[in-house]
């Protein structure tokens, strides 16, 4: 079958060698994911999770997804970190950066922040909507971010709904345990289960991605066939032709042997932005502990190229890219013939604006390892559901063996629990 | 006058005596870009712009924005760079996230990338419009980006318009040189001028940035104004009490004694996420060159709490956050009360939404000086054009004795002519 490929020949420094050397430690970690015998094992369902959803929870899913189609023209998806992050990702990528503006139900995303404007302005909008549903994605339900917004959205449903307000709420949330699980449970809305086995910033594809995705028009199904098929993938591959285990291994010797602080994840496409986005918290999260780690960092291209590419170009060398390309874009259009060519575009006039993109990568590349920037490269052939899933599981199962390589519990963040903390004590929570 | 003001408090390693030690030569550097005698000189024209500006070419931006605002229902501004980041940081900083969707008439950004999707998505929804101005902003009209977008936009307005096309295409360029400027007045385009003497990142107080900001209906002149106040209390306040030379020599002892490689600019109001766009290509094109300089990275809080958090709070020791805080926010809702109380909300029931996140922030900087990150702290009185236009000037002037402290020339951009060089080649250009 057809799949992503990852490219480390412009990586400047790594050797074939290295990562040779590295292959029983490889194979030896991604067993450990396998087994699910290492560190953090208790949230390892995200590893047999295109597998084992079962159908009758997809069914529900695009029942419920055609439902909200059907009779809405506002969506509001509420979460933060790992539950809005995967379904945005996926959403813009395959709707596109104007898909608010474009999009039927138009699909917005609240409880990320703590922004009286920003929610303000966002319930001036859904006051002017016919039918909005909700869903409200929380593990606990007490998050700070999510249930101020769900409170506020909450309101706003029952009083324009009254008795029939239940029907617009869905809950995605743990199957027993929690305030959110109570809520639904109490109130009678619909509800989705988040696996107790599966973190935020891997759940992507259980109900707390694969809803908002669904309701977006997206076919859930082609992702999870993606995701399986890249688990088959890297199921058998031997070390030297997996690509989950090269990429980890390729990050960790530029790390820890040659010193790269930063990794800059770029695209070329600008509805990739979010992806990048995804893979900060998948990659941060999982590995920034115990002084360790790079700091994943991202670009969109050329845009950035126009901002960042002097630091890339000329800068301290502590970075690598990584860059995400699509081979074969969809949706393109012709560069126009100009009579005067005062522009001096006459030359390209005739061709795909991709075309010019393509080549602008490639002259990128060649001009960053010119100023000795190591370039990984991780290729699409398209930009779909397929593909798209099977990047996503690509990168989880490269995070879970990078962060083993790193010698720290991919699967924790305690460190995300200080700011709460000491908001709750300012805030006078008892 | 009342201004914004810099905090090193919490930079944890930080002492007033080696601010103090480096005072002379902050003050001997910032001459340099007071006289313009330093590296770079010919590209000093940004330091009085505030004051040069005249009032003819205030008043005539005034008029064709309003022109615009009157007649149209899409505004294209087309630009890289410096050629939209301003823009584009201003407007959304004033007109919300959701300005797309909320704002008369819509703002679209393009040339910023070479997406034939983009393009294409953009050309869709701009053929359902009644009436689209377009303003293509070049110093030279030839690049890429901005060139093909410009193409196509152009081809757009003149099928649309025919004979009267003309009155539709603002052109902002160079006075006399380049292919735009050739292209205006060919064409009997009005246009705009870049002096010759700012560069593009130092010239959002131009009417590079300036005319899409009136488009926009936020008020240049009070822009212009904070910038003049911040001019006028950067040119005479001592070392002690320069906040341009604070956070030029903070920043710069960070990197150079302290060993910091990263900085984050930080915000806590979803709409000043491009204000740290437009930050980093200031920073990390003045300042990244000869092997040098911090590399300049953001985040949005609480919301990449939630993805970058943790990396943040536990992983390596290599960065520092400067946070921007806006004391008083002027949109804000209550949080609700519910009976019952599930998701344990109710201590904060009646507070105002900003009133927790101010409480996010200050719990925020202190789990992250716990662990080890300096915080510096930018902080505006409100969030108007006023202190936007403080806030810009603040940023350009303590960038350019940031760069000299560097040692680096900080008005250039030699690296980013290394892929134009290479994508030309490859596109087989002459």
């Not at 549903?133 to 506020?152: D, H, L, M, Q, W």
């Not at 090269?246 to 960790?252: D, F, G, H």
């Not at 995070?399 to 200080?418: H, K, R, T």
């Amino acid at each position: 079958m057809k799949s992503i490929k990852f490219d480390y020949s412009n990586s400047l420094l790594i050797k074939e060698s290295e990562l040779k050397k590295l292959s029983k430690q490889l194979v030896k970690l991604d067993n450990l994911v396998k087994t699910k015998r290492g560190a953090g094992a208790e949230f390892l369902g995200w590893y047999d999770l295109p597998i084992n959803i079962s159908s009758k929870e997809i069914n529900q899913i695009c029942a419920v997804a055609e439902e909200i189609r059907k009779n809405s023209d506002a969506f509001v998806c509420i979460g933060i970190g790992g539950s809005y992050l995967g379904a945005k990702a996926v959403i813009e990528a395959m709707c596109g950066v104007f898909n608010l503006l474009t999009h039927k139900p138009q699909i917005f995303f609240a409880g990320n922040n703590i922004s009286g404007r920003y929610l303000s302005e966002l319930l001036n909008i859904l006051q002017s909507k016919k039918n909005i549903y909700v869903n409200v994605i929380s593990k606990s339900g007490t998050t700070t971010e999510p249930a101020i917004a769900f409170r506020i959205v909450q309101n706003l449903i029952e009083k324009k709904y009254k008795k029939n307000s239940q029907k617009y709420i869905i809950a995605t949330t743990d199957e027993k345990k929690g305030a959110l699980r109570k809520m639904a449970d109490t109130a009678g809305w619909r509800s989705f289960i988040i696996p107790e086995d599966v973190g935020g910033r891997f759940s992507v594809l259980t109900a707390v991605g694969l809803l908002p995705i669904a309701v977006a028009g997206i076919d859930i199904k082609k992702i999870l066939k993606g995701a399986s098929d890249m688990k088959k993938i890297l199921d058998t591959a031997a070390p030297e032709k997996n690509i989950a285990m090269q990429y980890a291994a390729a990050r960790y010797l530029l790390y820890s042997k040659y010193n790269k602080a930063i990794e800059i994840l770029v695209n070329y496409n600008p509805e990739l932005h979010y992806i990048a986005e995804w893979w900060k918290q998948l990659y941060g999260e999982s590995e920034g502990k115990q002084g360790k780690a790079l700091y994943p960092a991202s670009c969109d291209f050329t845009t950035d190229l126009h901002s960042m590419g002097q630091w890339i170009q000329d800068g301290v060398r502590n970075i690598f890219e990584t860059v995400l390309e699509i081979e074969k874009t969809n949706l393109d259009l012709k560069i126009p013939f100009a009579e005067n060519d005062l522009d001096e575009l006459n030359y390209i006039a005739g061709k795909q604006v991709d075309y010019v993109n393509s080549k602008a990568m490639q002259g990128t590349i060649e001009a960053h390892t010119d100023g000795n920037v190591p370039n990984l490269k991780i290729s699409l052939p398209e930009l779909n559901e397929y593909y798209l899933g099977q990047l996503l599981y690509f990168f989880e199962r490269a995070c879970a063996i990078s962060g083993y390589l790193l010698e720290v519990n991919p699967f924790d963040q305690p460190g995300v629990e200080a700011y709460k903390k000491n908001m709750f004590r300012l805030l006078g929570k008892k």
